[in-house]
């Protein structure tokens, strides 16, 4: 049987699952059964998703009876796809394997056990289809499940709110994806993707659906100033679901946009490449700069997604360029970057969310500023969540460093480029990519430190119990991951070979033939990278400083009061807070960031009440962008409304005079 009547027998099974969850979602048995049987599902997509990606898909299509009219549905896999198959599909196994012990505390199963399954089935159908209408479809399905379980809790806090802004952003990038389509298939074209490769757009329309196709996939990738749905839906979800979102939606929609850009729009122009470098650089900084603010610990990771969805535009910007003028060594380079950041960011960012989860499940808080102590009653959690937060800030000997030393690498080759443009876009990239990294390590020695380090801030804190022991599995498996792909990345490189030779016509020199399991993304000469030696250095550093230590220091041992700052008073609040931590990187980057307001309520002298610091921050973006266009919406809606109350004769005029200029329209089409 093919890859393509496995993953859709897979997701029918998915799809029967949704169902089953939907009838028996009030039944003790019914988590087990869904989360059981997706664990199950994915499991096994992901092994025939791993078959595709290493021995290659055949890559013919299928056609089902479906859809469109003397059309059909169309469904290819072919190794781009097979890539991101493995990706949602280890997702979904993992946030499967956790569900089934998070899910045991769900108060509504209901709300989440039918939309669960349903949600992975539309991921895997994007990945899948080979027309515009059944990608569409399945996109739209995968955006509705997903706001179903944003609104599963929606009687808490801004989840409604989550929930509308969610719904509208999915909607407009929809939208732009449909005219993407439709400038591709042009007026005598077809939707498949087959007819679109082989029609080849003109610059022109290409162009615009290249923008068409930035706007719509990045609206659900979050990047900016596309991301304000991001922040307020990934928190709100179920924290299983949130790793789903975070760490595998947001690869879905860089798939879609890798589909369209690198695949059907034809030859690319240079000048695409500099947009996707800005948005790319600009999402990378602002993310960051926007989660080292946040005190609540899943907004703060939903905020770090930004950021490494622009990592992973980065690369795609360069390879852009690299393959415009000819450079397919660095293209596939920069491309394989991209790719290798979009598997890693799905482990990592599913560990965090799953830490969170944990503590979440265990604390009933998120807000940083009532945690702390974590390590003692959450040692393996605390443990997991390390790894992840060394894994996230590109640390090595863990995943992240790799990926994101091969983007540096790339940027490195951007001076051979003849585009005066990208000579200089490039190294400034590459600044905001060096920052960006910098602020987030101090932003994971936060969340870190103030949630697992130091005393409970709560009396619920000190009661916290350990995670149940399959989300510690599904957290062990992820960390695990994290630190093979660090040590052995040549493994991973080389398995992108033929999904970077689709996109850019060229792929990465075989790594794993190179000695000592080093890589060498240009030549040996140039740089090189053995994150094996790495990660054994760092372990006998470890091990023999800890063994000297115990040994000739422990005789001197002297045991005292902990160095108190000149404030002997025990009470948690004396401690670092996730506030006062952000501090002095607000006081540098708040102003250009966030609209700030900051009120300091000193007592006078003599006065024995505490001083009172209280702060608020809002989005810029969301300030100067979509305020204005809310006004906008709220302003012509009430035109509008007019039209309710017209004449027959008018709204007869109304509908000649639309079916007039659709005529136009159409007559004057090329």
């Not at 994915?42 to 990606?53: E, G, K």
Request: glycine share 8%; hydrophobic share 55%.
């Amino acid at each position: 049987m093919s890859a393509e009547a496995l993953c859709l027998a897979g997701d029918a099974a998915l799809l029967s699952l949704a169902v089953a969850g939907a009838l028996l979602s009030r039944r003790p048995f019914a988590g087990t059964l869904v989360y059981g049987g997706s664990l199950v599902v994915s499991a096994l997509l992901l092994v025939v998703a791993i078959d595709a990606l290493l021995f290659g898909a055949r890559g013919e299509p299928l056609v089902l009876p479906l859809g469109l009219p003397w059309i059909g549905a169309h469904f290819r896999t072919d190794a781009m796809s097979a890539f991101f198959l493995v990706v949602v599909n280890l997702g979904a196994t993992a946030a499967s394997l956790y569900g089934l012990g998070y899910g045991r505390a769900e108060h509504d199963p209901e709300r989440v056990l039918p939309f669960f399954p349903a949600f992975l089935a539309g991921m895997n159908l994007v990945l899948v289809a080979d027309d515009a209408y059944a990608f569409l479809l399945s996109w739209e399905f995968m955006s509705l499940a997903s706001w179903a379980l944003v609104m599963a809790h929606h009687r808490e806090g801004q989840n409604t709110r989550a929930g509308y802004v969610y719904l509208l952003m999915a909607s407009f990038g929809t939208l732009a994806l449909l005219l993407a389509f439709a400038l591709l298939a042009r007026p005598a074209g077809s939707y498949a993707f087959d007819a679109m490769r082989a029609a080849g757009p003109p610059p022109g329309v290409a162009g615009l659906a290249f923008l068409l196709a930035l706007i719509g996939a990045g609206s659900k990738a979050g990047i900016v100033p596309l991301h304000v749905w991001l922040p307020l839906a990934h928190p709100a979800a179920p924290s299983h679901v949130s790793a789903l979102m975070s760490g595998v939606m947001t690869k879905v929609a860089v798939y879609g946009f890798v589909r369209i850009v690198f695949d059907l729009a034809g030859p690319a122009s240079w000048w695409w490449s500099v947009p996707v470098l800005t948005v790319g650089a600009g999402s990378a900084l602002l993310g960051v700069i926007y989660a080292l603010m946040q005190h609540d610990l899943k907004r703060l990771l939903a905020y770090h997604t930004v950021e490494n969805i622009g990592i992973i535009y980065i690369g795609l910007g360069l390879a852009l360029g690299f393959k415009v003028f000819g450079m397919p060594a660095a293209a596939s380079l920069a491309l394989t970057a991209g790719l290798l950041h979009v598997f890693n960011h799905s482990l990592f960012k599913s560990l965090l969310f799953f830490g969170a989860g944990a503590v979440l499940s265990a604390t009933g808080e998120r807000d940083m500023e009532r945690l702390g102590g974590l390590i003692h009653t959450m040692p393996g959690t605390a443990f997991f969540f390390l790894v992840g937060c060394v894994a996230i800030s590109a640390l090595p000997p863990f995943n992240g460093f790799v990926s994101e030393w091969l983007t540096f690498q790339a940027i490195l080759l951007s001076p051979a480029l003849p585009s005066w443009v990208l000579k200089i876009l490039a190294p400034a990239v590459g600044a905001m990519l060096a920052l960006s990294a910098a602020l987030a390590a101090a932003c994971f020695c936060k969340a870190f430190g103030i949630t697992f380090l130091g005393r409970p801030r709560t009396e619920a804190v000190s009661r916290a119990r350990e995670a149940d022991r399959l989300a510690l599995a599904a957290m062990a498996i992820l960390a695990t991951l994290c630190l093979l792909v660090g040590v052995l990345p040549g493994l991973a490189i080389d398995a992108l070979t033929q999904a970077a030779q689709i996109a850019v016509g060229a792929h990465m020199p075989t790594q794993s033939s190179i000695a000592w399991l080093s890589i060498a993304p240009v030549a040996e000469s140039r740089s090189s990278y053995n994150g094996l030696l790495v990660f054994l250095f760092i372990a006998l550093s470890a091990s023999l400083a800890a063994s000297f230590i115990h040994r000739f220091a422990s005789a001197a041992l002297r045991r005292a009061p902990a160095w108190d700052c000149g404030f002997p008073d025990p009470s948690p609040a004396t401690q670092y807070s996730a506030v006062s931590f952000a501090q002095p990187i607000r006081r540098v980057f708040g102003s250009v960031a966030f609209v700030v307001e900051e009120r300091i309520d000193m007592p006078r002298p003599g006065e024995m009440r505490p001083a009172h610091l209280d702060l608020k921050l809002s989005d810029r973006i969301w300030n100067v962008f979509y305020m204005p266009l809310i006004l906008i919406v709220e302003r012509a809606a009430v035109q509008f409304n007019r039209l309710q109350f017209l004449s027959i004769r008018q709204y007869l005029s109304v509908v000649f005079g639309a079916l007039v200029i659709l005529l136009v329209v159409l007559a004057s089409w090329p």
